[in-house]
T-cell receptor
């Protein structure tokens, strides 16, 4: 069974540009989560999508947005990139939502903003 | 609020040594607890989990027991290998946090020959 996949693996952008990151969940999983792992800041929750709807959002500005498609894959968009957006962006998926559902992570997209 | 506290790293051990990485949590309600591992240059892999008090999660020789009385979920392994060198993250998932995983800061483990 294929795990969570993310693309691209690496992305280099300049300040002010937009970045689009993609995630495909494990087959049968309907919930997708995005986390940011920035140097020195640990793992921070960004967004949660379930059944095509945004269900929860972390403490990030509105220029971080995303969506979930009918096939449950997801995109994370970061507008007006800033240097501090450089980080590893991890996508995770789970079978459903709730405290008993395990989140499985993809390999991440490493974003570098110059 | 909900939080997870891990012991500071890095932890440096010789191969075949015993490993303990401490993890404690604060939470409202009864969270599920997880250990994830991150190898260099990779994403997170689920190592083990426990969903209720006194549950023991185990995988690849690693174990952790959900202790409600001490709000702890310490990770242990009896004999570490060089290939266990990685960063280990303790995390909780609480019913009150709308499916948001709360992570500890991570503990880097370095195992030497």
């Amino acid at each position: 069974e294929a795990g969570v996949t993310q693309s691209p693996t690496h992305l280099i952008k300049t300040r002010g540009q937009q970045a689009t990151l993609r995630c495909s969940p494990i087959s049968g999983h309907t919930s997708v989560y995005w986390y940011q792992q920035a140097l020195g800041l640990g793992l921070q929750f960004l967004l949660w999508y379930d059944e095509g709807e945004e269900r929860n959002r972390g403490n990030f500005p509105p220029r971080f947005s995303g969506r979930q498609f009918p096939n449950y894959s997801s995109e994370l968009n970061v507008n007006a990139l800033e240097l501090e957006d450089s980080a590893l962006y991890l996508c995770a998926s789970s079978l459903g939502a709730g405290a008993r559902e395990t989140q499985y992570f993809g390999p991440g997209t490493r974003l570098l903003v110059l | 609020g909900n939080s997870v506290t891990q012991m500071e790293g890095p932890v440096t051990l010789s191969e075949e040594a015993f490993l303990t990485i401490n993890c404690t949590y604060t939470a409202t309600g009864y969270p599920s607890l997880f250990w994830y591992v991150q190898y260099p240059g990779e994403g997170l892999q689920l190592l083990l989990k426990a969903t209720k008090a006194d549950d023991k999660g185990s995988n690849k020789g690693f174990e952790a027991t959900y202790r409600k009385e001490t709000t702890s979920f310490h990770l242990e392994k009896g004999s570490v290998q060089v290939s266990d060198s990685a960063v280990y993250f303790c995390a909780q998932l609480n019913t009150g946090t709308a499916s948001k995983l709360t992570f500890g800061t991570g503990t880097r483990l370095q195992v030497t020959l």
